[in-house]
């Protein structure tokens, strides 16, 4: 099965075709990163400007790359939410028109279902390569760490004792954001500081550079449910620190020199940097690092599970990656690569295949919800 998967709800336009959710024949990001940076943030309508301007440029490039016609296609799947209203529309409406106009089956995708099946995809890839012999299993505890989503959901085969080919997920949300998302907290401590966009690869570079232990930001309180998180405290926790301090006039200067360069290298970063900037973001990356594994493993731990999922754009971390694999040792924990960490069409197509599996096909109704829930809720009523 050769599925075409569409990918539109943020900030990169992405085509890529798939077969039986396990080979991926071509991937195409188109990012908009040009577009934002010098907003520090993405901006909505000029977010789906730039998808129309892409979309069918990158569907065909991601032909071309697998070499297919758009004629041998199985399926089309499209991200339907959650994500910004107009730039999923962009791609749901191209997909859906496609889909209607070559008389094939359409499949919905949420968008942090897709997140999850990057890990899916990437271990049986790594298995058929005999990268790894270690099989990425179900149920899992999976977070979806990134610019838009922080959320930890339990992921099972629906049936118990199911095929696990038969393509039924059950996604069980055991705990999500209740302000900022973790990479949206990376972004913002970035624009604050004047150190680019966007914020979490560079501030995951600079703080290799810096103290993680020089600034104590305590660790992050949850009344109720222990598996939610909340980013905003830590963010404003920053500002604090910065504002009317010399680290404020340092950044302004370090925003009047970056207009004056249009990619500046780590180097030149780093040399526009005072040591307590630098040991600044490496404190407040390690407070957002240690609260992300701590509470995907308390999660983990109390679901019995063997098996944690991380992706989603922050899950390139460095730091993020280095602690789970020294906090999880009992469990095995499976990142996708960055290439497939971050929005890319390749994992809409993989959840796709096993929609289309369990019979999943959608109406020429189906439209974009900018905010579209994975799954069931949890209710938790541990405390940690
Ligand atoms: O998954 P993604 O591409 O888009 C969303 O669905 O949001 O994630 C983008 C987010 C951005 O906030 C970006 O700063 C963050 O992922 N990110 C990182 C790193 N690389 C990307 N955050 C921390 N460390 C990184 N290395
Ligand atoms: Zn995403």
Request: with cysteine.
């Amino acid at each position: 099965m050769l599925i075409l998967g569409i990918e539109s709800s943020c900030d990169e336009t992405a085509a890529a075709l798939v077969v039986d959710g396990e080979r991926i024949r071509s991937s195409v990001v188109a990012s908009q990163i040009s577009t934002h940076e010098k907003f520090g943030g993405v901006v909505p309508e000029l977010a789906s400007r730039e998808h129309l301007r892409a979309i069918q440029p990158v569907v065909e490039q991601a032909c071309r790359q697998a070499e297919v016609r758009l004629h041998d296609v199985d399926a089309i799947a499209v991200t339907e939410g959650p994500g910004l209203i107009g730039s999923l529309l962009v791609g749901l409406v191209f997909g859906k028109a496609l889909a209607l106009s070559m008389n094939k089956p359409l499949i919905g995708v949420n968008h942090l279902e897709g997140h999850i099946h990057a890990v899916l995809l990437e271990n049986k890839m790594d298995r058929c390569a005999g990268r790894t012999a270690v099989e990425a299993r179900l149920p899992a505890v999976a977070l979806v760490v990134s610019g838009g989503h922080t959320s930890l959901f339990l992921v099972t085969h629906s049936a118990e004792g199911a095929n696990p080919n038969s393509g039924r997920f059950d996604y069980a949300q055991l705990g999500h954001t209740r302000d900022d998302a973790a990479g949206e907290a990376f972004d913002k401590v970035a624009k604050l500081l004047a150190l680019g966009y966007p914020g979490g690869p560079v501030i995951d570079n600079i703080s290799r550079f810096g103290d993680p232990y020089a600034v104590d930001f305590g660790t992050i309180k949850m009344k109720g449910n222990p598996r939610d998180f909340s980013f905003s405290g830590l963010k404003t926790a920053v500002l604090y620190r910065v504002r009317g301090t010399d680290l404020d006039r340092e950044a302004e200067q370090r925003r009047a020199w970056r207009k004056t360069v249009e990619r500046p290298t780590l180097d030149e970063l780093r040399s526009h940097c005072s040591q307590t900037t630098i040991d600044l973001v490496a404190s407040f990356q390690q407070a957002v690092v240690l609260d992300l594994v701590e509470r995907t493993w308390g999660a983990a731990e109390d679901a019995r599970v063997d098996n944690i999922f991380v992706s989603g754009g922050v899950a390139c971390n460095s730091l993020l990656r280095h602690r789970f694999a020294t906090r999880c040792k009992g469990f095995q924990v499976f990142f996708p690569s960055p290439a497939l960490s971050t929005d890319n069409a390749a994992m809409i197509a993989a959840a796709g295949y096993y929609k289309l599996l369990a019979g999943e096909r959608a109406g020429v109704s189906l439209t974009a919800h900018a905010s579209l829930p994975l799954g069931s809720k949890q209710s938790v009523v541990t405390s940690v």
